[in-house]
């Protein structure tokens, strides 16, 4: 099974808006990344926060980290239509093994 | 030019034809992955390699084959194709500091 799952698995918002994705998952993990995908294009990473760190900022991009009830966030401020895209988390453990959760599509109408 | 490409971008194959993607990376990154992408399931690792000779299986490896002879190659090979094997693959590498970087996709169409 996946390691992440993401909630909403759709969230449509006006611009100006905030959106805030969540994601929880199972297992240790070493850190933790956010990825971009707009269709018909590849992912493109956009945070990654690690598994001692609590909270990043990225430009409009917060991620939040919380290890003790294995979730995080991910919060868009003053949203655009360009940042009309899926949004994926995905954990990776000791290994190096990356595992995506199945992603919340996001759309911001202008 | 700098990145990672995936070859062909799509393809058409009949059940039980072999076929193999290939994905070549210019940066010299250890770690490589395939993965494929459904609706309704995200994206699900496949195989990753931890560097030339190092392979792994990841979440769904049944049906795939794969091979790092070079450190800059990583082609997947599905070796009898399937129905249920129709789907969008991609590669990726990862860089020291952990993310991945995705090439665009190669879309598969088993008929």
């Known amino acids: 099974s996946q390691q992440g799952e993401e909630d909403p698995q759709a969230l449509s918002i006006q611009e100006g808006e905030n959106a805030t994705m969540n994601c929880s998952y199972k297992t240790s993990i070493n850190n933790l990344q956010w990825y971009r995908q707009n269709s018909g294009r590849g992912l493109v990473h956009l945070i990654l926060i690690r598994s001692n760190e609590r909270e990043k900022h990225s430009g409009r991009l917060r991620v939040t980290l919380d290890t003790s009830k294995k979730s995080s966030s991910l919060l868009i401020t003053a949203s655009r239509a360009a940042d009309t895209a899926s949004y994926f988390c995905?954990?990776?453990?000791?290994?190096?093994?990356?595992?995506f959760g199945q992603g919340t599509e996001l759309s911001v109408k202008p | 030019d700098a990145g990672i490409t995936q070859s062909p971008r799509y393809k058409i194959t009949e059940t039980g034809r072999q076929v193999t993607l290939m994905c070549h990376q210019t940066?010299?990154?250890?770690?490589m992955f395939w993965y494929r992408q459904d609706l309704g399931h995200g994206l699900r690792l496949i195989y990753y390699?931890?560097?030339?000779?190092?392979?792994d299986k990841g979440e769904v490896p049944d049906g795939y084959v794969v091979s790092r002879s070079k450190t800059e190659n990583f082609p997947l090979t599905l070796e009898s194709a399937t129905r249920s094997q129709t789907s969008v693959y991609f590669c990726?590498?990862?860089?020291?500091?952990?993310?991945?970087?995705f090439g665009e996709g190669s879309r598969l169409t088993v008929l």
């Open positions: 390699s931890a560097a030339a000779d190092i392979t």
């Open positions: 990726a590498s990862k860089q020291n500091t952990g993310e991945l970087f």
């Open positions: 995905a954990t990776m453990n000791q290994g190096g093994k990356l595992i």
């Open positions: 940066w010299s990154h250890s770690y």
